[in-house]
């Protein structure tokens, strides 16, 4: 396997970032329990290998940030 430097050492295939999101989510309960549809999708995308942790976390906060920006 190619290692994919978006990605820690640990976290490569999308199995393990599975298992590396349900461990943050066990040590952060709030990532789990604060999860609406939106950052669940950003989830997945994270698991699928299209979004690194880091771009989960700006889409979070952009996301919100958007909520809460009147046009």
Known sequence: MIHNPKFGPAAQTPAQR???LEQMQRMIPK???KAN???QQ???RY???ELSWNEVCQARTAG????????
Request: without cysteine; proline residues 0%; positive net charge.
């Open 31 to 33: 990532l789990k329990t």
């Open 47 to 49: 698991i699928a290998g």
């Open 37 to 39: 549809a939106y950052t």
């Open 64 to 71: 919100g940030l958007r909520k809460w920006t009147v046009s």
């Open 18 to 20: 599975a298992w590396v």
């Open 42 to 44: 950003l989830y997945q």
